[in-house]
């Protein structure tokens, strides 16, 4: 054989990976925070936590980090069937942040991993562009990431990714369920939808039971079925910081769930400090229409939808109930729909929806 191989011959351009990385520099930028230490070309991401001091309480003696990592699932493929890329970026952040901020933390910055079997600069820049996005919704610097090009391992227009999110609260003011009592209430904040969980049983539902196609236009919804699909998962770490500054001192949220895999049975039963039953009434919010017509289409037992979606509520506070009034009156100032869904009761831990 005369001819000398090289690494591209084997499917791994590395000019093109340099030049994609140049390209996305500015997405990148638009995210950095006051926190973040310039180290061009450098192997890893810095951030001064000094930078970030003020945002907590004056009594911030007792720092700790908090970290979390998640990726988007099988709703990326969706974005395959649809060769829309621009929001799942948003979930990835999302599902990371979303998770660090229950327990009181401030986000500090992102990473991201990207994998694909061939780099496709167009597709991967409106990937990139949707994590800088979710980035500054969650008030979070992207310093860094690894874009990793794997030809045979993956199929090709075929990517994954997972994300990873660092940030900080002191010791002192740490929310972990302990504080939880008989009486408290809880207040559901509204999901945009289906958010980036039980998407195998979405696409089982749609695809396969009701031969439906992405681009149906779906009148319960007012939109096509990927418009959908695809609608990026909320944020919730502004309105959260919003309130946990507006009671510096009084331990007024006691708990905070994030409603995804497990939906409501999972994630409110690992907050529950023993003799506590969190009891959630169905008829105190609208379902929105897309998990109905999952109901409907697939016919999905009532019990599985609480199991698997987050049906409506994206995120739940246990919040004492004298403090209730005014943190749902701040959460409508957020523009962020809440309202009251339950409440804490004594009796054997669980979770009941009633």
């Given amino acids: 054989m005369d001819k000398k191989l090289t690494y591209k011959d084997s499917g791994v351009d590395v000019s093109l990976k340099h030049q994609f990385l140049k390209e996305i520099s500015e997405l990148v930028a ?72 229950t327990v009181g933390a401030e986000p500090l910055f992102f990473l991201d991993y ?25 008030g979070c610097a992207l310093i860094g990431g690894e874009t990793a090009e794997m030809p045979d391992f993956y199929a090709d227009g075929v990517y994954d990714m997972a994300g990873f999110a660092c940030g900080m609260v002191d010791r002192s003011r740490l929310i972990d369920g302990r504080r939880i009592r008989p009486g408290d209430l809880l207040v559901g904040l509204d999901s945009s939808g289906l958010h980036s969980n039980g998407f195998s049983l979405v696409r089982k539902v749609f695809f396969e039971v009701a031969k439906m196609k992405l681009e149906d236009h779906v009148p319960e919804l007012g939109c096509t079925l990927a418009d959908e699909l695809l609608r990026p998962t909320t944020i919730y770490a502004h309105p959260i910081a919003a309130l946990l500054r507006l009671y510096r001192v009084k331990r007024v949220i006691r708990g905070i769930a994030h409603i995804t895999g497990g939906a409501f049975h999972k994630n409110l039963l690992r907050l529950l400090p023993p003799g506590c039953v969190a009891r959630i009434r169905k008829d105190s919010w609208q379902v ?34 004298h403090f209730v009034n005014t943190i749902l009156s701040e959460l409508k100032k957020l523009m962020v729909g809440a309202r009251v869904i339950g409440e804490i009761r004594r009796g054997e831990r669980a979770v009941e929806i009633l």
């Fill in 288 to 321: 929105p229409p897309i998990f109905q017509l999952i109901q409907r289409l697939g016919n999905v037992d009532e019990n599985e939808m609480y199991r698997t979606f987050n049906c409506g509520i994206g995120m739940i506070l246990i919040v004492r109930p």
């Fill in 30 to 101: 638009r995210t950095h925070t006051p926190g973040v230490v310039e180290l061009p070309y450098g192997f890893a991401g810095l951030y001064s936590i000094e930078a970030r001091k003020h945002l907590f309480s004056p009594a911030f003696r007792k720092p700790v980090l908090v970290g979390c990592t998640d990726g988007v699932g099988t709703k990326l493929k969706i974005a395959f069937m649809t060769g829309r890329h621009d929001t799942v970026g948003i979930d990835l952040v999302a599902m990371s942040v979303n998770d660090l901020i």
């Fill in 114 to 138: 990207i994998a694909t079997g061939k780099l496709q600069p167009a597709v991967l820049r409106d990937v990139i562009k949707g994590i800088s996005q979710g980035c500054i919704l969650g």
